[in-house]
């Protein structure tokens, strides 16, 4: 697996910075999978795959499906919403096919898959921001 | 594997059960698109250095400390909020088209909130804290805005000055231009803009009502 992203990192790092928000971006997620699926759906939007509107409305349907007047959890109760909305999305446009996604999602929870699909290893973890030269296989 | 399930019993429909683990979730979306060449690991960590480093709520205050400063640009700004902030900042994006602007004012204040989901100008405001996207926040500042504002963020509005809760919808995005602190005559505008906090321009905070020294 040659695909790596600090996504990981980054989390610490804004983590730490929420103590001040008003400096930095101001994000607030709870875990690293909540930054990966904020930044992977709007890089979907970036890259012309839905207009912002169509995920949108997908939101708050799945919001709506699923409302509870409990804020435990926001975070991580809003952006499950989030990658409901983004599946069912996908899916509707025929991005994902059949079953081959859940079938991955199940290769995640048991461990088949695991996170080193994106986690920088320890051993070069110092070189995956700016040299990425000699990680390239062709 | 202990998932053995009938293919749509728990999925209703949906391409993934929505009780998986969102960790495994996640990671299935971001590995899929890759692999199958949709998205690449750069465009996305390319977001997330955007959001980690340009968008946020310093964007909306420079906007504000230009209204302050120029009494035009506050005109077109109250005009059309997302056409004269892309002009003159080139803020723009996701969340970014139909910002409207709300003017608070001696006898007017304005507060935001999103009874839908989470809508959110995120050009000048950046993401929005996880306060607002919560169902108490969502549900108590429409039912009791006022004591809301005092029990929940300590912001005492008179009893003479009107609230309008203005309801951010899938078709528009509020923001809010706070009034001037008293006491700020001849600051700079990057000065000001230093003044401005997101949650003034959310509604949830009324540094209008202070004295600059005070803030």
Redesign the interface.
Known sequence: MT?????DG?IA??REREAF????????FD??????????V??????G?FE??EF??R??EA??S??????TD???V????W??A???L??DQG??VG????R???????GE?D?S??VVGVDHAHTHTHSHDHDHNH | MSHDRTPDENRNGHPVPRDADPQARARALQSYLIEKELLTTDQIDEVMSLYEDEIGPRNGARVVARAWTDADYRERLLEDGSVAIDEAFGYTGPEGTDIVVVENTDDVHNVVVCTLCSCYPWPVLGLPPTWYKSPPYRSKIVRSPRRTLREEFGVNIDDDVEIRVRDTSAEVRYMVLPRRPVGTDGMSESDLAALVTRDSMIGVDRPGDEHVEEL
Do not use: C
Request: hydrophobic share 40%.
């Open positions: 695909d790596t992203t600090d996504l980054i790092d804004l928000p008003e400096r930095g971006g101001d994000l607030s875990a690293p999978w909540q930054a990966r699926a904020f930044a992977t709007v890089t979907l939007y970036r890259q795959f912002w509107n949108q409305a939101l708050i919001i709506k699923a409302e509870q007047a409990d804020d926001a975070e991580e809003y952006y499950r919403h990658l409901e983004a599946e069912d996908l899916s991005v994902v079953d081959e996604l859940e991955r999602v199940r290769e995640f929870e048991s898959r996170a699909e994106f």
